[in-house]
């Protein structure tokens, strides 16, 4: 098996991992009439799709004789969406959703092209159909950014 497939599906592991935790954060910390709209859809996200994700991308490198990294090995990564000081700062927190999916999406992106040139279907269709998500979630954060228009 391929060693750059293997450290993607790490990689994107434990970023779903992290994203969990960052979401769930400030689905908590958020305050305001506006923000209850995005504090639910992080809610869900980390609750519902991103831990099926962790738990898809675990199993996969299980079934490749690899293992899922632990928290003695996460590195954390997402400086941009972390918790504002001010909770009512809802665009910092979806401007940190967007840059989270958009290092997701490159993640699952560079995982399809190595899956293939490492001729794996199963864990390059895992890929995308994580990928799809990831897209999906982005989209739903830029219109949410679309209603707070450019401050």
Excluded: C, W
Excluded at 21 to 50: F, H, P
Excluded at 88 to 102: L, M, N, P, T, W
């Amino acid at each position: 098996m391929s060693d750059e497939v293997i450290q993607l599906l790490q990689k994107a592991y434990s970023d779903e991992m992290e994203t969990i935790m960052n979401y769930l954060t400030n689905s908590i910390v958020l305050d305001g009439v506006r923000a209850q709209e995005v504090k639910e859809g992080l809610r869900q996200d980390a609750t519902q799709e991103e831990i099926q994700h962790a738990q898809m991308i675990g199993e996969r490198l299980k079934q490749l004789d690899a293992r899922p990294p632990a928290s003695g090995e996460f590195v954390a990564r997402q400086d941009s969406l972390q918790p504002p000081e001010d909770p009512a700062d809802v665009v910092s927190v979806i401007d940190g959703v967007i840059k989270a999916e958009d290092d997701a999406i490159q993640t699952y992106r560079s995982l399809i092209k190595a899956a293939e040139a490492a001729d794996d279907p199963v864990s390059e269709d895992l890929a995308v159909e994580i990928l799809a998500d990831e897209e999906a979630h982005r989209t739903e954060f830029k219109s949410y950014r679309r209603e707070y228009g450019d401050n």
